[in-house]
């Protein structure tokens, strides 16, 4: 199994940068997947979950600034990233929910 993440990079505040992790090895469609966050010293912190079905969950700070989503015959699935802040900076992983993590991308916002 692998989940190759792409898409971080440095950006303005107030930008926008769009993840995408593409999955091979593994049954994409029947999985949850989802995006995490980890700063240098800090735990790694869900900021974003979707369901097999398509329902999505975020952490309280990006609610309304990202959007997740899956494409199941691309076996990807894809952070959607506006109005990015400083605060946002971080390594962003993605994960399956049978276990498996991919090597982060990193993501800088500078003011």
């Known amino acids: 199994v692998q989940l190759q993440a792409s898409g971080g990079g440095s950006v303005q505040a107030g930008e926008s940068l769009r993840l995408s992790c593409k999955a091979s090895?593994?049954?994409?469609?029947?999985?949850?997947m989802g995006w995490y966050r980890q700063v240098p010293g800090r735990e790694r912190d869900m900021v974003a979950e979707?369901?097999?079905?398509?329902?999505?969950s975020y952490t309280d700070s990006v609610k309304g600034r990202f959007t997740i989503s899956r494409d199941n015959a691309r076996r990807t699935v894809f952070l959607q990233m506006n109005s990015l802040k400083p605060e946002d900076t971080a390594v962003y992983f993605c994960t399956s929910s049978n276990g498996y993590w991919g090597k982060g991308t990193l993501v800088t916002v500078s003011s």
């Open positions: 979707i369901t097999s079905g398509g329902s999505s």
């Open positions: 090895g593994m049954n994409f469609k029947i999985n949850d």
